[in-house]
């Protein structure tokens, strides 16, 4: 593959495992999925479907005591999984960078947001405080935040959580990492800071060249913000593939139950919505087979034996379900119009 | 025409918290509103705009500073909580946070029989426990969750089943009102569509009223007839479900539907609403949303606009509302 082809993060058959119940408990098994320049992909997943996992496993910041990562992530060619820690170190807010849902967890209370953003600043490049502060409060500008100089004089807790989220952001991208990892970056927010918060990562692709791996439980967030979409379920993958073809033409059940399960704010009001019986297993009680037979409409025979492999089903569609391979794959959706005004 | 008696009415209630330093913080500012038997009102607005706290001052959990609140017709601002005792039976609450609502060492059973016990029947009499355990497994099918959960404690069971206990809990006195605050937001999409679901079914069977607490415009809008807007403490629209959600006369309203990410590959890019939601504490003058207002005018920021009936049963507090579509 030519040079310039190269996903930028390539990640193949990663698998996370922890001690337990007397062996190894997989929390993520076999995901593989890319990042290319300047591309929002959507990583999605009801909660502790593996999502943060993945996420902190790409970064190294998993130090649960036994931990097992085992597989690849290649980033511009250079791997990921095994790479000392120091390296990663360097890697991580240089050229990758990450923001999560909390964005406390990014700031210690005891100093201005300002002074944490020069720090992380010089700790990559030789600045005076001062040419850090300048840069500080234009990233805090460029994140829409109001009056970034006073702002940036301004200690944590004093901060909305919108403008927390926003000054994190401005954190994350100090130094101008190539790739951004936000961990559900909008899930505390309100609707009307969420939009503004999508609205600049998806800026940022053009303002900074900066790819997102966005992780979210929202199917509303993937469809306005990631090309592509990855869809886990119970540490697994489900369905992967361009976002369009996934709302379309979902090949996985528990994609179409997903998407079917959100009530419409426009059209006619179903009498009762289309839940989903049951809950998702957790990583000790993952029965065999495919780990939604339990709650699958389709569930039959062939389901249980094994997980099914993740096949390819058109273009860069991919789902881990037998319904494709016996020939009787899943209708498309009628485009649901109640999403529309 | 006589008109039926409201379940619940406000009338221009007001709770303020007094801070340190001396400042006050109107959680709830001013709001009247009535909701009918059989009628399932939403109420929607942003984090911090007073959701939860009137609410609570709808059932005298918490004690309003001014206004009045009526349950059945009945004035219960100023009851005693012994007086109160008897009508708390006929309203109940659903809490926003459903973890903490259930004490990890009492078992469901037990959690559930404590108002049967605390609360005598219709009759006035004590229950007995045969009836007591005779409830408690209605309760359990009335939320569809097995018998044998009664005997186990809330940390073995998941967030979706957590909530369906704590609604067995708000039932278990039979109720006419129910407030639930955000009995959805914590949980799984696939799991929330359930217990939405739930709510639906529960208000056939009997006969309940709702006041549905949600940020989510959607959810609102599956489960609720009339839907009440809040900013900053006050409403700023009300009136029947689709006509708020789909032809919102006001500027806040209009904001607040165009920002939900719609589950539509290439839906247009959400209109943006500039900037955070002022504080509480030094809400801006004039209408208290003229501060993020697109339409804001000069007259906007010296006059507060009351809310009042743009057409029958659809009010706005706006001096310029958006027309209709
Ligand atoms: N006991 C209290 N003392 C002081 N201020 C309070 C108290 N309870 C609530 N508040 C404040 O009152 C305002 C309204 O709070 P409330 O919890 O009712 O909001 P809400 O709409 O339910 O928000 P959310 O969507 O986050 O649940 C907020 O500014 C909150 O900080
Ligand atoms: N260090 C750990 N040790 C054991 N189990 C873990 C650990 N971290 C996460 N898990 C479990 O792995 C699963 C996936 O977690 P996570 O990736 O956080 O889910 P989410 O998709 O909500 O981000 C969950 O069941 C969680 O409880
Ligand atoms: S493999 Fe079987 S159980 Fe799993 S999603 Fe497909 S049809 Fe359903
Ligand atoms: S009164 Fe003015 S500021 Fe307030 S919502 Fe209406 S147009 Fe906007
Ligand atoms: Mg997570
Ligand atoms: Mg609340």
Redesign the interface.
Known sequence: MPADRMPLLDVRDLCVSVPGNGGMIPLVENVSFCVNEAEIVGLVG??GSGKSVTAMALMGLIDSPGVQVRGSARFRGQELVGMPAKALRTLRGRDIAMIFQDPMTAFTPVYTIGWQIDEQIRAHERLTRRAARARTVQLLAEMGV?DPARTAQRYPHQL????RQRAMIAMALSCRPTLLIADEPTTAL???????I??LL?GLRHSHGSSVLLIT?????????CSRTLVLYSGRMAESGP??TL??RPAHPYTA???D??????GS?????????G??PTPRERPAGCAFGP?CAYVHATCLPAPPALAPIGAGQLAACVLPAEGTPLPPRT??QG??? | MNEPTPVLELRDVRKTYRLPHGQRLRAVDGISLRVMPGEMLGLVGESGCGKSTLGRCMLRLDDVSSGQVLFEGRDITTLSERRLRPLRTGMQMVFQNSTAALNPRRSIGDLLAEPLRVHPAADGRRRSAAAIAARLHELMALVGLPASALARYPHAFSGGQRQRINIARALALSPRLVVADEPVSALDVSVQAQIVNLFADLREQLGLTYVFVAHDLAVVRQISTRVAVMYLGAIVECGETDTVLHTPAHPYTAALTAAVPRPVVGAPPAMLLRGDVPSPVNRPAGCRFHTRCPQAQARCSAEEPALRALRPGHEVACHYPLPPA
């Not at chain 1, 399960?261 to 426009?266: D, E, M, W």
Request: proline letters at 12%.
């Open positions: 009801e909660s109001p909305s959580g919108g403008l309100d609707v009307t800071v969420q939009a503004q999508l609205d998806r439980h929202d199917m509303g967030v993937v469809a306005q913000t976002t369009t709302f379309a139950a997903l998407l399960s959100i009530p419409p704010l426009y009001r179903p009498h009762r919505l289309p839940a989903i019986a809950v998702p709650r485009i649901a999403m529309q005004p």
